[in-house]
């Protein structure tokens, strides 16, 4: 058996869902060229109008777009 190493290691990873890609490899090409993959989320995944507040003066301190 061979001696231990006290050497400092280091174990990384990172996990994230991109649009226009099934992996990391073709989310980072998607963001190289420069392509829009901005829509809609998927009612499934999201219930948009739980967010939604049409009185936008209500709550001041939300984040607000332009309608």
């Not at 998607?30 to 939604?52: H, M, N, Q």
Request: charged fraction near 20%; hydrophobic fraction near 35%.
């Amino acid at each position: 058996m061979a001696p231990a190493n006290d050497e400092p290691i280091a174990i990384v990873g990172y996990s994230c869902i991109l649009p226009g890609g099934q992996n990391v490899v073709e989310s980072w090409e998607t963001i190289k060229a420069g392509l829009d993959c901005i829509s809609d989320l998927p009612a499934d995944r999201v219930d948009v109008e739980s967010y939604f507040d049409p009185n936008k003066t209500s709550m001041p301190h939300r984040a607000r777009t332009p309608a």
